[in-house]
């Protein structure tokens, strides 16, 4: 028995350490790629003050990176590539997260970044809906009175700001009800994602890096024919070719989406 004592603290010592390194990785990568997708979306380049618009193409580079690094961990430790869930699955993810990704950064046209993470706290309701749905989940009256309070909280500060808060966007009220529009799709879709991925967890033994290979790579795919249905790939990459810090503010916010998807997957049990 005195044998096992320093054992046991060995192993509390090593989960608190991974539990502070995983909590100070999620917030760091979170806050630096808060502040990067709001420097793209609402800060001008170049002397002619041009902004960049194309979502889409954001969402690609993000999930290129990211299925990179996924697809070189599973090859590094030997792991199998191949589908362990059927495709459409993935795909499904795939989707709502693009769509998920696509709204956020759409939003930030019109919200500023710290009244869009509030707003996250309004997810519970979303994803009580689709857990409801989808994992045939029970929730208790309290839980629906308070996911219910936290999102009225969270209307109030976001319709009447204390402050102003100017984008280059604004047009007056109809940007506004827009802007929330969009974080309400932005919340929903996410709801629908995370719920969706936990099923898969749960319906296969499917190793998280297998999920975040074809979820990613359906992503890539996905995004990659928005924008040559919308006729943007060549306008995006025309306008990171003129503007270098754009491109390389670009390249952080993939890296920071690709660690902070890495950090996740470290701390998942």
């Known amino acids: 028995m005195a044998g096992a004592l320093p054992t046991t603290k060995g192993v509390k010592d090593h989960k608190i350490w991974k539990g502070i390194f995983a909590v100070s990785g999620i917030m760091v990568t979170l806050v630096i790629y808060g502040v990067l997708q709001e420097k793209i979306m609402r800060v001008p380049y170049g002397l002619n003050k041009e902004y960049f618009k194309y979502s889409l193409f954001l969402v690609f580079c993000n999930r290129i990176t990211t299925s990179t690094v996924s697809a070189v961990f599973l090859l590094a430790s030997k792991k199998a590539l191949v589908p362990v869930a059927p495709i459409y699955k993935y795909c499904l993810i795939s989707a709502s ?5 696509t709204c956020q950064y759409e939003a930030l046209k019109y919200v500023s970044f710290p ?32 996911a219910f309070l936290v999102t009225l909280g969270c209307s ?15 047009k007056g ?16 879709f996410d709801g629908f994602t995370s719920t969706f991925q936990d099923k898969l967890f749960k319906g296969y033994d499917m190793e998280i890096h297998n999920q975040i290979f074809y979820t990613t790579s359906c992503s890539c795919i996905l995004s990659l024919t928005g924008l040559l249905l919308q006729g943007h790939l060549l306008s995006a990459i025309d ?31």
């Open 115 to 146: 009244i869009q993470t509030l707003a996250k706290c309004a997810k519970m309701i979303p994803v009580m809906i689709w857990g409801t749905f989808i994992m045939q989940k029970t929730y208790k009256g309290f839980d629906y009175l308070v």
């Open 97 to 101: 997260n693009i769509l998920t990704t």
């Open 156 to 170: 109030i500060f976001i319709l009447f700001p204390a402050g102003t808060d100017v984008s280059p966007y604004s």
């Open 173 to 188: 009220r109809e940007s506004t009800v827009w802007g929330i529009s969009l974080m309400v799709g932005y919340l929903g």
């Open 239 to 269: 306008f990171v070719y003129r503007h270098s810090d754009c491109f390389l503010d670009i390249v952080l916010l993939s890296t920071v989406s690709a660690l902070h998807a890495s950090v996740l997957v470290f701390n998942r049990p």
